[in-house]
């Protein structure tokens, strides 16, 4: 917790807000299993045990009073998985009252991956959450989901958002196109000099990066997320930087 603590303050310290989210469903496998450590002794977000183990660390992560708690990340992934999605859902309620009792002003998002809802037509899935958040967050890759040199962005791509949610606070909490072959810099560069256009009129309540860096983590299919920064690896600016230094004001 004590890395949590400094890197709060260092935002602080900058201006920046503070976001900071469990991610309680299995990065591999496809998306659609719960990733409960060993020690807690369960398998399914059904399990009473695990219950009471997410949600007191959904407590603790509160306790440092982030300006953005998130409960999930990317969890239309689940709804693969019927069963185990509608245990998360439940205890998705659960913890959001559970925070609130203890840490009335906590602001608490859930995020969902876009360019999957999108494709496979999920929003109606949006409102099973509108009582257990405060913020709808979505994740946005579009280069990701098919060959990077035939995807066509529309200007609505990202704002098409509040066809679904017109009213309610949005934000989107990773947005990113890798510059790994197929693709490339140029780009990635294209892909976020459009940035205002794709966000225009939307009103979101952020809009924030997916990586500054690119990093090396991911293996097999993930291999390029390596790639989604806007500086390599080594600190070298990448053609998005200047386009994201010089971004003006998204409305």
Known sequence: MAYFKVVREKCAQRGLKFHLSLSPIALMGGRKTPAIPVKIGGISFSDPKVRAAYKDEMLTLASLKPDYLGLATEVNF??????????????????????????????????????????????????????????????????????????????????????????????????????????????????????????????????????????????????RLNYVGIRTIDDTPKKSWDIIENLGELR
């Open 78 to 223: 689940l709804a693969q998985n019927p069963r185990e999605f509608d245990a998360f859902v439940s205890l998705a309620h659960d913890a959001y009252l559970a925070v609130k009792q203890k840490y009335p002003s906590q602001q608490v998002t859930v995020s969902f991956q876009w360019d999957v809802m999108r494709a496979q037509h999920q929003s109606a899935m949006l409102s099973r959450f509108s009582e257990c958040l405060d913020v709808y967050s979505f994740t946005s890759y579009p280069d990701a989901f098919g060959d990077p040199t035939k995807v066509r962005v529309p200007s609505d791509y990202l704002s098409s958002v509040r066809k679904v949610l017109p009213t309610q606070r949005v934000g989107f909490s990773e947005l990113g196109w890798s510059s790994a072959a197929p693709s490339s810099e140029d780009q990635q560069a294209a892909f976020f000099s459009r940035l205002a256009e794709f966000t225009d009129g939307a009103h979101f309540e952020y809009v924030t990066l997916a990586l500054l860096h690119d990093v090396s983590m991911f293996t097999g299919d993930l291999h």
